[in-house]
């Protein structure tokens, strides 16, 4: 029987058990099917179940932005064009101090302006200029701004002034003209800016300082929010994190927004019994109150796993494209079995899984359950019943070097200038400064991107011994996966004339700078967005990496 003669029907009953490189590989075997994919995309991505229900082409082709088709294919082609190190294009897209990056928008400052541009249609969305949309009294004296996050059209910046209140967030629409009025749509005064943060969505900004003390006098993290739509009437107090350990965003704690939760992890709590655990602490976005909060502890290792080198470590905060939940994903560097040898490795851990979600005490602390054999304020109750009851599964840590990734350029912490992890691509990302790429002294490093990936193998083969000295935790009934060389990216511009043009837009020349530049990065699962700049005073180079069609 040919594919012809099967009914649209039954195939789309077989792509149910299919991964999605497999149903486009499908549907390329002929013309019929082909012909067919429009209608197969769309029973595909209209259940929910199936791969990536909450991706951001599924989500435009919901909107209608993009047809089902288009969108299938897109996700096909990222998640082909990221493992393998394949990027579809980079370009140089702006000057300026500093850039935020966030769903194919870049907002971007620049001499106290910012600029908002669209990726996907290279357009510019916007011109802000937060002097002026202020209407400040002292126009002499506009202020120092920066930064601080981009979402959903919404800008916030941290205004700091010579002059009460001295610090204030100011949020700004970027979409939605104002027909002559200012695109301010709040200013928030800060009594405290010490190590500030912000997330927001549409509706609502969560700020937080390291503000706070507890009993002892240490400093801890008080979190505010503020409605910025009539979807949300928040009257609350700022709510302190109580025993939420770490100040290092991205090393040792995240904070992110997503969905209709406010979400934060740390992976600094106590080691008890020789094992260790995220803390993790999630709310709704409509009410900020101790009562609505969920703590819990999810388990991160054991003590006998090696020691941490501590400048290797990430920890994000990701969402997956299946389920819409949130994973941990934690990069450390650990010294396996002996210290002569140290072994990167990405753990990634479902936000909450397996454990009970403790309610919070008054003081944010969480609370013993009915029953427990120990006090209510002993500080082993947080860990109780949440230890592993067996080994780490092999979904779970994706080690950097493992058999069948081939021999590979290693690069030191100091010349690896961004780390990260696609999740939705079981991938990871290094940026790094190549010596050895170009011989010209006249330049300095190259700088590559580097990346190793690993898919489940379709059969299980024997385990090597290799695999089983990894971890110590190695299962039997573990997945398998295979995992591909490691690939660095572009080719050396020896090689052809795109090479060398492509060396010349990720390494953009500034004149009389050799090797003093610094970098900044974000990556997320369609792009990899970063600025180089020269010095601190110069205006650096944004360029984007775009992995997707």
């Known amino acids: 029987i040919s594919l012809i003669d099967i009914p649209l029907e039954v195939l789309q009953c077989i792509s149910r058990f299919l991964p999605i490189d497999d149903i486009v590989k499908l549907t390329r075997t002929c013309q019929h099917l082909q012909n067919s994919l429009c209608e197969w995309a769309i029973k595909v991505m209209e259940l929910r179940e199936l791969y990536f229900p909450y991706s951001t082409e599924a989500r435009l082709a919901q909107e209608q932005h993009i047809s089902y088709k288009v969108a299938l294919s897109c996700v096909h082609d990222r998640r082909h064009a990221f493992p393998t190190a394949h990027p579809f294009s980079a370009q140089v897209i702006s000057q300026g101090n500093d850039y935020l990056y966030c769903n194919g928008g870049i907002c971007i400052l620049a001499n106290n302006g910012i600029c908002v541009l669209d990726v996907d249609t290279s357009k510019q969305v916007c011109n802000i200029d937060p002097s002026s949309d202020r209407a400040l009294e002292d126009s002499s004296s506009p202020g120092e701004i920066s930064l601080l996050s981009f979402n959903d059209d919404i800008v916030t910046v941290h205004l700091k002034e010579k002059r009460p209140p001295y610090h204030s967030i100011l949020v700004f629409d970027t979409k939605r003209a104002p027909l002559g009025k200012t695109r301010l749509l709040k200013t928030i005064q800060l009594e405290s800016s010490y190590m500030l943060f912000a997330r927001h969505t549409a509706d609502c900004i969560y700020y937080g300082t390291h503000s706070a003390e507890d009993k002892n006098g240490y400093r801890e993290w008080k979190i505010t929010g503020v409605a910025l739509s009539e979807r949300y009437k928040m009257v609350c107090s700022p709510l302190q994190l109580d025993r939420f350990f770490g100040t290092e965003l991205g090393s040792t704690i995240a904070f992110e927004v997503h969905g209709d939760h406010f979400y934060a992890v740390s992976n600094q709590t106590e080691e008890i019994d020789g094992k260790g655990f995220y803390h993790c602490v999630r709310f709704p976005l409509e009410g900020l109150t101790h009562t609505a909060m969920e703590v819990c502890k999810v388990y991160r290792r054991q003590e006998n796993e090696g020691q941490i080198h501590d400048s290797w470590t990430d920890i994000t905060l990701q969402f997956d494209e299946g389920t819409g939940r949130a994973m941990i994903v934690e990069a450390r560097r650990e010294w396996l079995a002996t210290p002569e040898r140290r072994q990167r490795t990405f753990y990634i851990s479902e936000f909450g899984s397996g454990n009970k979600k403790l309610p919070a005490s008054e003081d944010g602390s969480a ?21 592993p009851k067996e080994n780490r599964s092999s979904s779970k840590y994706h080690p950097e070097n493992n058999h ?16 990260g992890y696609n999740y939705s691509c079981s991938s ?36 090597t011994s290799d695999d089983k000295s990894i971890r110590s935790s190695y299962d039997e009934n573990d997945a398998v996966y295979h995992y591909s060389p490691i690939q660095l990216w572009p080719p050396p511009p020896s090689r052809c004339a795109c090479s060398k043009r492509l060396h010349g837009i990720l390494n953009p020349p500034f004149p009389g700078e050799k090797s003093s530049r610094s970098i900044k990065g974000r990556l997320d699962e369609r792009r990899f967005v970063y600025m180089v700049r020269p010095g601190r005073s110069a205006l650096g180079v944004v360029v984007v990496i775009d992995f997707s069609r």
Request: net charge negative; aromatic share 8%.
């Open 367 to 387: 609370v013993a359950e009915e029953g427990s054999l120990l006090p209510q304020n002993d500080a082993y109750v947080g860990n109780l019943d949440v230890a």
């Open 404 to 419: 069948g990734c081939g021999a590979t350029k290693s690069f030191p912490i100091a010349r690896t200038k961004f780390k």
């Open 428 to 463: 990871f990302f290094d940026f790094v400064e190549d010596e050895s790429c170009c011989s010209q002294p006249s330049t300095a490093s190259c700088l590559r991107i580097r990346i190793g990936s690993r898919i489940e193998a379709s059969v299980d083969p024997a385990p």
